[in-house]
């Protein structure tokens, strides 16, 4: 009876999961009253956050016995904790509360997976200080880019209603170790400084703290002007600055624990400091004076370009580098991963690094807005640890993206990487069930850049489906090679920015409109004619590769040395030229481009195997997917390869697929 009665057990919670993916990777089975008895989870603390570690290991770690124990004079733990077996219990300190938190569900996940953890001595601590979401989502509900439905905060029902998904939010980032969010975005509304905005803000800041989640806010350079009714914005005058002192301490009253402000300036039209001739520290260094009492925090944003600019990847650069040390203390320069925009393979942005005295951040983009939206299955990991792991040569060797970034540039300055979320309020949240794994890595990667992405798309797949090995490995694989299967099929050897325009989802590399901006139309970034293909950005041409550190600025400027998969990124290349495979640069583009295709066809074969293993909606769903994937993976093919055709004049090899 008892045993038929633990059996019913293992089934019964099963059932308890929507097969709509809205469980995310928390998929936990709560444990039995049996279990629970001969269990205890001991903590010391009254504390809310604390409390909330014990409730989660009460409710579903079924192991040892479990110590939770703050002990605040483990300074070097910050957020993080130690994991250690005392005998028979497992003794778990954490400086700070949120530490607890952030091992129970270390313990959880490692019950997920099916870890050993009778030997457990671990001692974990995040690689960056701030580990933050941004969300670009719009007062009126739409999200910029965001491609799961509408946003998740009902700005109209709050701060009344509460909805239940906004505490599930946190648990999900707490579970991964976010620990930041903005919540508007970068193309601000003033509005969400307004008194009745505030109190919205802060109810929704009154859930997130519990989870050990900071609000940070958009803000629109324009506010004192637009809300304050004052003459200008200019960050130097007496009034401005006044206004804003005052706003700071306005939210602080409302929200005691808020993070501080990103800020989009002088870019696509944002209003910045540079309207009244000042510059991007004047505007950054005001806001940072007005936080600075409460601890705030400002991210100024270093994406910006103009139509007038001869090459787009340098501006950054350009207006960010000769600032370097003027900048307050509590300012952080956040920096896109590459000098474009989010492309599906870029180098890393030459700012980073280029700037020892300011603090600087990564801005990475976990909504696919440059890889198929949320129709494709593009599993993001790779791409983050590739501009993580890239190496600038700033501090000699070993200066990569990561060690910069999470190095204090001196003095109290706190490290920061940042993720545009791909979330919204679709019942999967991320709109395809795989876009999960990318919101998961991001977190993961922003706790510990060096794990590997294949330990996070194992984690992942274990707790989100089965840890089964006939389905685990071969989802592992497919995540893995899903990166260099959409590079192949939109934009393979360092072509970027060849999108239909302004959607950003299929291709339109013939793009071109009369009195458009030219840094708007994919022409600009590929440049074919009848000699060749690329963009030139050596010294020849527009020379962006001199704000690379040697021995980069050789290599890529040089088209042997220069990486092939970033070739016509730095180079306008002849199309008879010799690639490594001994092809032509045209046959080797025909093969990319007809290699994803094959790639994303061997992807619906995989995933049709492993039917058995998925609940029928999220095996369908996910089918469905991949059916359009592969669809776009031939429109991508076709069309590129028949327009650069028209300029290459050469047959498209007879071994691979026919243009349709
Ligand atoms: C891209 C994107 C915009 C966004 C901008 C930004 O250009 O298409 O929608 O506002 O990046 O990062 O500010």
Redesign the pocket.
């Known amino acids: 009876m008892r045993k038929l009665f633990f059996l019913l057990t293992l089934l019964i919670p099963r059932a308890l999961y929507a097969a709509d993916g809205s469980e995310l990777w928390l998929r936990y089975k709560p444990v039995d009253a049996e279990v629970a008895q001969r269990r205890t989870i001991r903590l010391q603390v009254n504390n809310e956050i604390a409390q909330l570690a014990k409730k989660e290991l009460d409710s579903y770690w079924s192991g040892s016995p479990v110590e939770l124990r703050l002990d605040r004079s483990v300074k070097r733990l910050k957020e993080g904790y130690q994991i250690k077996r005392r005998g028979s219990d497992l003794l778990v300190t954490a400086a700070k509360p949120v530490g607890l938190l952030y091992a129970a569900y270390h313990l959880l996940r490692l019950q997920e997976v099916g870890a050993d953890v009778q030997n457990i001595d671990i001692e974990e601590v995040p690689d960056f200080d701030i580990r933050i979401l941004n969300h670009w989502d719009n007062l009126d509900g739409t999200v910029?880019?965001g491609y799961a439905g509408y946003s998740l905060w009902k700005w109209d029902d709050l701060p009344k209603k509460i909805s239940p998904r906004y505490e599930r939010y946190a648990r999900a980032n707490a579970s991964i170790g976010i620990n930041a969010t903005v919540l508007n975005n970068?193309?601000a509304s003033p509005q969400i400084l307004t008194p009745d905005y505030l109190e919205k803000v802060k109810a929704l800041a009154d859930v997130f703290r519990k989870y050990g989640i900071r609000v940070y806010l958009s803000a629109n350079f324009s506010s004192p002007k637009v809300l304050g009714g004052l003459a200008d914005s200019d960050p130097l005058r007496k009034e401005v600055k006044a206004w804003w002192i005052a706003k700071v301490d306005e939210i602080y009253k409302h929200i005691p624990d808020f993070g501080g402000f990103l800020v989009?300036a002088n870019?696509?039209g944002q209003p910045g400091p540079q309207d009244y001739g000042r510059t991007h520290a004047d505007g950054a260094n005001m806001l940072a004076d007005a936080l600075k009492p409460y601890g705030g925090t400002v991210m100024w944003r270093a994406?910006v370009y103009n139509p007038t600019q001869e090459d787009r990847a340098k501006q950054a650069y350009q207006e960010f580098v000769p600032l370097d040390g003027k900048f307050r203390e509590n300012v952080i320069i956040q920096i896109k991963n590459g000098p474009i925009?989010f492309q599906p393979r870029e180098p890393f942005t030459p700012v980073f690094g280029a700037m020892d005295k300011t603090q600087q951040m990564v801005e990475f983009q976990i909504t696919q807005?440059y890889l198929g939206f949320s129709n494709h299955l593009v599993y993001l990991a790779p791409l983050f640890k590739e501009t993580l792991d890239a190496e600038t040569f700033s501090r000699g060797p070993g200066s990569t993206v990561a060690r910069i970034t999470t190095s204090s540039a001196g003095g109290s300055k706190k490290t920061a990487i940042s993720a545009v979320s791909n979330i919204g309020e679709d019942d999967s949240w991320t709109g395809h069930h795989f876009g999960q794994a990318n919101w998961y890595a991001f977190g993961r990667l922003a706790w510990n850049h060096q794990l590997t992405s294949e330990d996070i798309a194992e984690e992942w797949i274990c707790q989100t489906f089965t840890g089964a090995t006939a389905f685990r490995e071969p989802v592992r694989q497919m995540m893995m090679d899903s990166r260099e299967a959409v590079v192949d099929y939109m934009m393979p050897l360092g072509l970027h920015h060849i999108f239909a325009f302004d959607h950003?989802y299929g291709p339109e590399p013939w793009g071109d409109m009369e009195g458009g901006r030219p840094d708007w139309m994919p022409w600009y970034y590929h440049n074919a004619d009848t000699t060749g293909i690329g963009f030139n950005r050596t010294k020849s041409g527009s020379n962006a590769v001199s704000q690379y550190k040697e021995p980069l600025q050789t290599a890529y400027g040089n088209l042997t040395t220069c990486p092939e998969n970033l070739l016509l990124y730095f180079h306008h290349v002849s199309w008879s030229h010799t690639m490594k495979s001994g092809r032509s640069l045209w046959d080797e583009l025909c093969f990319r481009y007809d290699r994803g295709v094959k790639e994303v066809r061997e992807f619906q074969k995989t995933w049709d195997r492993l039917e058995s293993y998925v609940d029928q909606q999220r095996f369908e769903e996910v089918q469905s997917k991949l059916k359009i994937q592969t669809r776009d993976a031939v429109w991508w093919k076709d069309a590129c390869l028949l327009y650069f055709q028209i300029f290459a004049k050469m047959p498209i090899p007879y071994e691979l697929e026919r243009p349709i």
Do not use: C, G, Q, T
């Open positions: 910029e880019r970068v193309n989009k870019s696509e994406f925009d807005e950003h």
